[in-house]
């Protein structure tokens, strides 16, 4: 074990072992057990980064994401602040003018209408305002996505809304390890970064191994998690499991280049061209709505970039364009895997 | 150094009857008579079974995160009593289900709500309130909005909202106070400072030694109130409510009070709450208190609370059995309640079930309820 | 002139004539004259009908668009707000709830962030979350884009963030005939209409001669403004123009069919896929952003519907994905008439 | 009615120097020194100076919309004088012109501001100070943030902030006050109050005797002082930014001023505003108070005043001119400053200057600007 890790050893409760063959230090861990533990190593390396928001300290977050940081690094690292979401973004932006590296929480996605102004207004435009006088250093981490029957405005999956404003990053793991990785990454972005946490996979029933060690990816590349050529499917968040799912549903001959975002914007325009330019074929899945969300974005791309390559239309399988039900329909409305297959199944017979 | 003044203020605390039930007759006079008190413990005591009750449901997984109302009831009824059923508009958060069942709504709405049915937000005609609240702080703009409405429509009604202590941290807060206060709109903001917003103490929320002075910001007319005195807060609302229908503007009411629960059935307060200030405010406890002074009346008895359990049990069992006899919404519903008329797009996503371009039938693609356009 | 007419004369410097053919009252005004005398028409129809907002009391507005109302209404019917965009919308909503008929007024688009979380998550909400026993019909009126040399954050063009937000309908006509139609057409809907006005076309050079009594457009028809069949130009709000002037700069064999959407939500489909399907080539032009603008949502409904009819792929001439600059630069940063003919011209060779 | 009193509050109103530039001897002592006074007097003219200069770039077309400052000098001076250059930190909106240039903001950044152009936002280094903000009420959470950052670094550093009256109304301005009082930042919040939000009359924008009283809802040191007055709002600054440097956390200032000129060049104050009321605050002028002042001491004259005119136009001749030799900023800017490192699909906007896929060369999309990658 390595000193940087030995000091970052953060939950005594995880498993760890090194794998043998290339000697990494490896911790088990599910999707928000890597989030709490990237927090912590990156707190410790950096005694600029703080964190805040509602119930982030002595209880730990309401899915106990920064658990134990407080009493770890102490109340002056770790700040419960009022309950008041604007006053939590607009005074991390203001900490990081004051050359912090604040990690506001904003509790769940419904609740970032109040700190909307502040982001777009002034989080994302500082750079450009002050033609790079002021930069602000943050990352703003919120919890996304449905299907945990929680309460109104607790399932919501605003990252279109993100991604149209320029100066913002918008960033959406959903694995323990890109989760670790892409945390890093975005604590060490001189810019703005939106961390969305797809709740419905915080704790899925297995843990992944991952190196324990610090290690960043890159912003802005998506992930082949499955490589083929008959389809591309591509999603982010919650909604890979539903991907990966729906395989299965699928015949033995269609082979599915199945590809995670990860990244919202920007774009990684590369990636998702170069499958369709391969596969020809093409479905996109996410949770928000379906009228103006990415997967307009998503497609519209791939029109323009492979339009000689394209078979068939480019699909989306996304939220209905109402309103996200209240939890006994929930399931009904969130993008299911036969969803899914059935839009492959019809892409392939076009 | 001042050369002069130029603001003064001062803030009252009312209690009326203790924590041991003891009156101040004084004070008691012209609020609630022994028959009104005797009426409202036992409303009380229905609210805390059907409260208790709702816990168990979510432990048991009949519902989901539920926010147990325990300990705030007299707040709740106190103010809710003081206002004008089918006449004056509550606005609540999600703490005074004793309120809004007062004043009309059926009881089952409130569980439907928290086993995630809109229908439990579907106010019935001719009750007077908005729908529990989610997003904390936010709808104490809709009861200035709606209050103005009633002084432009010059309908003798008044708003009153009701919201935490945290809540008092949004910006909409202020913006609701400084637009009741510059349009002098008949709104009562009831703020149940139950001393904790999920894990954080109000001291943490702010740094202000009362919640009431927040109200001085809009010189709006303000009061520290016993929040587990249902005599004080029925006094202090009614002056409020009946200030606010004769035009004389918002009020603001600070109900001192405690959960007595965790924050709701997602929580564990024992993370963060000394077990002693629990038990100190047991003590205090509104039911309790009420229970005490009644006896000493005469007015109340053991067997009395007895038959008044069993008829609650009864009661609740049978709320319960309306909100778990409702089935899953429609499907189309999410559709049909978009909009007033269903635009063409939502219409083809209605009929297919599904939002991709190339169309089949609904059926194929996994719906867990049965489907009907 | 009719008895609701001449009730509802309103600005008597307006000049006014009898169109001699269909005995119509007609009235010569530019946009901005056509939404204040809409809403003198209105507030006199319907007592219901109340504004509120910065400054538009007895000093009509910062565009004049209230101008007079308050003087003729009384301050009961026009009220000048506390500086409090969310208590505006906030307050609105409950106005609505109370039976009234609010017309709030944002002052600029960049100001709606504060007013964004009463907006998306009540006004649009409240229909659905209580299964329609709650309904708020209210018309937010905001001026919206660029090019009339503002400071900061009054020039920007966020139709895309409403658009993806299911319960809300969001309108943005760019001539005076189509601002007065549309706006009665929202102040009738029984939901709530956010309701865009183009600055840059406020005051466009000419008057146009528009009927004086009451009509309205309904709410998501788009319109065809010029009949072609090379290519379809699809724009909204002042860009409008933009496309017209490059209509002349293109050669004479290319005949553009060009759209104006009007209404960006809900969309118009059958009248673009109409179009594309005949024409098979497709340029769309809006002041916004480029990524997950409106833009991207049009062009997906095509590729999905006018698979077989493209020819080239739809091209999008859009704000750049930078925050919309000061002024010196923002006849740079607008789509202009060369670029869009450039970019038809380049649709056209494809 | 109270069994007792839960809050009380008290307001000062503070003036050293009436409206006829005498003194209160006894106030004025531990303020400014003569010496002080007459360098501020001298500044504050210029500023004056520049100011209507700007006001008439605007109308002769070579500046867009401008605010004036006209009036509101001694409230942006007396506060900026008390705050330590390079060290404390300023966070305005529009009106404090002369606290930016104090404290080393070149005085043409304001000019290439509301020129249209983002370099006069570009704070040189050692410069501590935000830019001009252009949403109302939202800086003043900066300058809590900044300040927290400032205390968790243990920097003895204090961030002073300025809104108007208006600003008072926003959500913002609430949070900000809160999470200052809740974390006991160092933060002055600095309200001019001008009396107009455009065309707003301050009673319209609040229902409060004062604005100073806002700050009760918070338990924030508070106190309300002629704005107009320089050295009772140096005073009130001076006590306020120690008092916060000691770590006697945040205050709030009211300072009583008014605008003397339209809201800004876009606006015509007199469709809303009383003639009458213009006149009788041309009389409290802040200038014109220190001027009569400093003649009765013997320490100004006419003669002094004809050379600092002249010295004050060849001045802003030498401002506007740096700011108007400013060409337009070079268009890649634009793609350059939106993040760190600019990505792959804006590097390949900045190279073909368009959105669309089908590319070809900048030059043929009709610039305005020379094009250079
Ligand atoms: C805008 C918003 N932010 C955060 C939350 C999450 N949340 C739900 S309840 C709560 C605490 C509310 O405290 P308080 O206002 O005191 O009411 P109480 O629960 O004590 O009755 C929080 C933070 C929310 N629902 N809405
Ligand atoms: C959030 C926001 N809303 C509206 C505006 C438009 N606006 C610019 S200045 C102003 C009035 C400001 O009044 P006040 O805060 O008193 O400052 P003053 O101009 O009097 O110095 C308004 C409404 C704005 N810039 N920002
Ligand atoms: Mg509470
Ligand atoms: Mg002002």
């Known amino acids: ?350 | 150094m001042p050369i002069r003044t130029a603001y003064t203020a001062k803030i009252d605390y009312l209690q009326i009857m203790d924590e041991n039930g003891v009156l101040d007759e004084k004070l008691a006079k012209d609020t609630l008579t022994d028959a009104e008190v005797l009426e409202l413990y036992q409303y009380m005591c229905r609210c805390r079974a059907l409260d208790e009750t709702a816990f168990k449901l979510q432990r048991s997984g009949r519902m989901g995160t539920y926010p147990q109302n325990k300990g705030q009831e007299a707040a709740a009824i106190g103010s809710g009593y003081a206002a004008k059923r089918g006449v004056d508009w509550l606005v609540p958060c999600y703490r005074e289900n004793a309120a809004l069942w007062m004043h009309g709504l059926p009881m089952h709405y409130v569980l439907l709500h928290w086993m995630g049915d809109e229908r439990g937000n579907q106010i019935p005609e001719g009750v007077r309130m908005t729908p529990l609240c989610i997003p904390i702080g936010t709808q104490m703009l809709h009861a200035t909005g709606i209050s103005w409405a009633m002084k432009l429509r010059k309908e003798p009604a008044v708003a009153i909202t009701y919201f935490g202590d945290g809540a008092t941290s949004e910006g909409d807060f202020h913006e609701a106070m400084n637009f009741a206060s510059t349009f002098q709109t008949p709104t009562v903001f009831f703020c149940q400072n139950n001393h904790w917003a999920i894990s954080v103490p109000r001291e943490s929320q702010m740094n202000s030694e009362t919640v009431a002075q927040k109200a001085l910001a809009y010189g709006m007319p303000t009061v520290q109130v016993d929040g587990n005195d249902l005599l004080a807060v029925y006094k202090v609302s009614k002056e409020a409510i009946e200030r606010a229908r004769a035009g004389g503007g918002p009020s603001f009411i600070e109900a001192v009070t405690y959960r007595l629960a965790d924050h709701t059935t997602a929580d564990d307060a024992r993370r963060y709450r000394d077990p002693k200030e629990v038990e100190a405010w047991q003590g205090k406890d509104p039911v309790i208190r009420l229970r005490k002074y009644l006896t000493a009346k005469g007015l109340w008895s053991d067997e009395k609370q007895t038959a008044l359990d069993e008829a609650a049990k009864t009661m609740v069992t049978e709320v319960v059995r309306a909100a778990e006899g409702i089935a899953k919404p429609p499907l189309a519903d999410i559709f049909d309640y978009t909009y007033a008329t269903v635009p063409a797009e939502l219409e083809t996503q209605k009929r297919t079930m599904r939002t991709h371009s190339l169309g089949q039938n609904p059926e194929q693609v996994g719906l867990q309820t049965e489907w009907t356009s």
Request: contains cysteine.
């Open chain 1, 1 to 350: 074990m390595s000193n940087a890790t030995e000091q970052a050893v953060f939950n005594p409760k995880l498993r760890r072992r090194v794998d043998e063959g290339s000697g990494v230090n490896q911790v088990e861990c599910n999707l928000v057990e890597a989030i709490t533990l990237t927090l912590a190593q990156e707190m410790d390396r950096d005694e600029r980064v703080v964190c805040l928001g509602e119930d982030v300290g002595l209880n730990g977050g309401v899915f106990r994401a920064t658990d134990g940081l407080q009493a770890r690094f102490g109340d002056q690292r770790v700040f419960d602040t009022p309950l008041s979401e604007s006053g939590i973004m607009g005074t991390a932006v203001g900490l990081a003018m004051g050359g912090m590296r604040p990690i506001p929480e904003i509790q769940f996605e419904g609740f970032m209408g109040p700190a909307y102004d502040q982001l777009v207004n002034h989080a994302a435009r500082y750079r450009t305002r002050s033609r790079g006088a002021i930069t602000i250093p943050m990352v703003v981490r919120v919890p996304v996505g449905g299907g945990i029957h929680a309460p109104e405005l607790h399932s919501d999956s605003p990252e279109a809304i993100y991604a149209h404003q320029p100066g913002l990053k918008v960033v959406m793991p959903c694995t323990p390890y890109d989760a670790k990785g892409l945390l890093a990454a975005a604590l060490e972005d001189p810019d703005p970064v939106l961390f969305f946490e797809p709740k419905r996979v915080y704790r899925l029933p297995t843990r992944d191994w991952i190196p324990e060690d610090r290690y960043t990816i890159p912003i802005g590349q998506a992930k082949v998690v499955t490589e083929g050529d008959s389809v591309t499917v591509i999603s982010w968040g919650a909604s890979v499991y539903q991907c990966l799912e729906a395989m299965d549903q699928l015949p033995e001959d269609i082979s599915v280049e199945m590809i995670d975002m990860r990244t919202i914007s920007p774009i990684d325009k590369d990636t998702i061209i170069a499958s369709v330019q391969k596969t020809g074929r093409c479905v996109i899945v996410h949770e928000a709505p379906k009228t103006a969300g990415m997967g307009a974005e998503l497609a519209t791309i791939l029109q323009e970039h492979c339009f000689l390559y394209l078979k068939a239309p480019v699909q989306r399988v996304a939220g209905f364009d109402t309103i996200m039900p209240y939890y006994k329909l929930e399931l009904e409305y969130l993008p299911n895997a036969k969803r899914v297959a059935e839009a492959i199944t019809q892409v392939m017979a076009y």
